[in-house]
């Protein structure tokens, strides 16, 4: 099985703002640099993380993206399922394409999608944040602090 590349790269701009965020607002071009993903794109994948309640925004200087919710309350099936649907959707099939016949294995595909599913949610962003630090994956460096001039 191969996610796509939009469900990749919405793992991974949700794992960025999970690690290197802390808490502050990221911008859009800083996530896309750290993780090789052009910023329009991560922009378009980012307003459906955004109507699906996992990520915020925040206009004006020192803007940007944030987690809507704590880390350990994200998982991998919420972020695959704001970018692809559901997945029990996915694992159907698509009805009507082919004919049914009594000698397929029809009763599989709910099966399957249903451990998928539950394999995801099992994962949370905290998780992998825990993972990537023990693996030594490197954190960006916090911003400098506005700097006023009178």
């Known amino acids: 099985m191969r996610l796509a590349l939009q469900v990749q790269y919405a793992i ?23 993780q090789g993903i052009p910023a329009r794109y991560l922009e378009q994948i980012f307003q459906r ?20 919710r704590p880390a350990a309350e994200i998982t991998l099936r ?14 159907a ?5 082919e004919a049914r016949t009594p000698y397929r294995p ?11 599913a539950d394999l995801l949610e099992a994962t949370s962003f905290e998780g992998l944040c825990a993972e990537a630090a023990r693996a030594s994956v490197e954190r960006a460096e916090p911003p400098p602090p506005p700097m006023y001039f009178i």
């Open 106 to 116: 029809d009763f599989l595909w709910p099966a399957l999608g249903h451990r998928v």
């Open 78 to 91: 919420h972020v695959v399922e704001a970018v692809e649907g559901p997945l029990a959707e996915a694992f």
């Open 12 to 34: 991974c701009g949700v794992f960025d703002l999970a690690y290197n965020g802390q808490g502050e607002p990221v911008r859009m071009r800083e996530i896309g640099a750290r």
């Open 49 to 68: 993380l955004r109507r699906a309640g996992l990520v915020t925004s925040k206009r004006g200087p020192g803007g940007g993206y944030l987690l809507a």
């Open 93 to 97: 099939g698509a009805p009507g394409r």
